[in-house]
């Protein structure tokens, strides 16, 4: 962990805070969510996987970190309750942020897609935000005077379409009009802060070439995970990306860190691309 340096040492940028980061047990969740404790936050694992989940907790509290693992199916009122109120507890009574990060893609072209295929996406990537963020609305509609902040984690195929992703890419759009609703509503009173941030191509287990790896779905069948080409063969993707690499899940993280720090302090409403500059020249 040397190589994430605080950065507002010794306190972190969110000394104090609370953070409820979905989808944490690893990719861009897990790296989000170090980078938040080593800004000084207590940080709340929330994942299917209780297993990953708490080992993603045991190594940010290994490294002088404040984590909290609780593993549970977000598609579901129950165990959104409990997250909720066992963050509020690990909180003091407080919770800050929220990350709605957990989802993943299920893609055929339109006339092939399965009502299942298409209500699963939608369910975990809109109505389990939605859910999460009225769950946790009296925690937000306070006047404290501390700063709190909503991120829903969008995609570009949200902001451009993507052939053979209908319904992630609905998905991914719908998250960018639910921040807008919520820095309307939450903003004048409260002064909650909610952005969007779309990311391009960020190489995860999710975006690699097929290696056999695959998530449980809430149904408990298995959903293999990759695509032909991922982005592990970089060079196939590159070449309209102005950066000229395919992104990190430490980049990822960073820019969420942007988002729900004191630097972004007068931002909200927006949807910040992190591309490598495709698609947003």
């Known amino acids: ?36 404790a080593r800004e000084g936050c207590k940080v709340v694992i929330a994942d299917l996987d209780a297993e990953k989940a708490e080992k993603t907790a045991e190594a940010i509290i290994s490294d002088g970190g404040e984590a909290l693992a609780v593993a549970g199916d977000i598609t579901r009122n129950e165990a959104i309750e409990v997250l909720v109120r066992r963050a509020a507890e690990f909180g003091g009574g407080k919770i800050h942020i929220i990350v709605n990060n957990a989802g993943y893609a299920w893609d055929d072209p339109i006339e092939k897609i399965k009502d299942q295929q298409w ?43 993507n052939a053979g992703q209908a319904s992630y890419a609905l998905a991914k759009a719908g998250l960018v009009g639910l921040t807008k609703t919520i820095a309307q509503e939450w903003g004048p009173e409260y002064g909650v802060r909610a952005n969007t941030v779309a990311f391009g191509a960020i190489k ?14 809430p149904d408990g069948a298995k959903h293999a995970v990759g695509f032909h080409g991922g982005y592990d063969e970089e060079e196939k993707w590159i070449g309209d990306i102005p950066l000229r690499r395919v992104g990190t899940t430490r980049d990822a993280g960073l820019a969420i860190l942007a988002v729900v720090s004191p630097l972004f302090s007068y931002v909200s409403g927006q949807t910040v691309m992190v591309s490598g500059g495709r698609g947003g020249m």
Do not use: W
């Not at 972190?12 to 897990?30: D, F, K, N, R, S």
């Not at 995860?204 to 779905?217: H, V």
């Open 1 to 36: 962990m040397a190589d994430t340096p605080r950065l507002n040492f010794p306190r972190g940028m969110l000394a104090g805070q609370v953070a409820i980061i979905t989808g944490a047990a690893q990719g861009i969740g897990a790296e989000t969510a170090r980078i938040f």
């Open 119 to 161: 209500e699963t996406i939608i369910a975990l990537h809109n109505t389990a935000p939605f859910k999460l963020l009225r769950t946790a609305a009296p925690y937000f509609m306070v006047k404290d005077g501390e700063a709190r902040s909503i991120v829903n984690i969008s995609s570009t195929s949200g902001i451009y379409g």
């Open 204 to 217: 995860t287990r999710l975006t690699q070439a097929p290696k056999g790896e695959y998530i449980i779905r």
